[in-house]
């Protein structure tokens, strides 16, 4: 099984500001956590982080027919992208949605999330473990 990670704007950024709502660790604390999980449970992973919208539609529309599942946290994205929305109903590949933070307890517009009416399952609220736990889920379901 392979799974294609996408993490959207400003998630490179982790663990440089606002330790008290991400965390202190870093983006690249972040895919090594991934990647240990991923050997783990026996899955092959792609990492992908970008602050543009129109790179996350191209990755999502590369990986037709090559990921088995997708973990996505589209960051400010989440709450106002129809075009990653539509992009992820366009592949069809069985999709988590991730938030570090718990998004519902948060401000009313971080409630929102388009992509949210295409992914199949929510973790919110988790931290980086989150990330693994949708990993996880993919893989019982799917692989
Ligand atoms: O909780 C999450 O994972 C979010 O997707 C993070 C987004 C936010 O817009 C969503 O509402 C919830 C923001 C990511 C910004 O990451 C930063 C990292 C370090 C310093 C500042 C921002």
């Not at 993490?7 to 983006?27: F, S």
């Not at 992820?88 to 999709?95: D, E, G, N």
């Not at 388009?114 to 993919?138: I, N, Q, S, T």
Request: aromatic share 10%; proline share 3%.
């Amino acid at each position: 099984m392979h799974i294609l990670v996408i993490n959207g704007p400003n998630l490179n950024m982790l663990g440089i500001r606002e330790p008290d709502i991400y965390g202190k660790n870093t983006y690249a604390d972040l895919c090594s956590l991934i990647e240990t999980k991923a050997k783990e449970i026996g899955v092959t992973v792609e990492l992908f982080q970008s602050n543009h919208e129109g790179s996350i539609v191209d990755k999502i529309q590369e990986s037709y027919q090559k990921a088995d599942g997708i973990v996505i946290n589209p960051a400010a994205y989440t709450h106002t992208s129809v075009a990653i929305l539509d992009a992820l109903k366009a592949v069809a590949i069985p999709t988590c949605e991730v938030h570090i933070s718990d998004v519902d307890a948060r401000e009313e517009f971080r409630r929102i999330s388009y992509v949210g009416l295409y992914a199949e399952k929510k973790f919110a609220g988790y931290g980086f473990d989150g990330y693994l736990m949708a990993m996880e889920y993919l893989k019982e379901k799917y692989a």
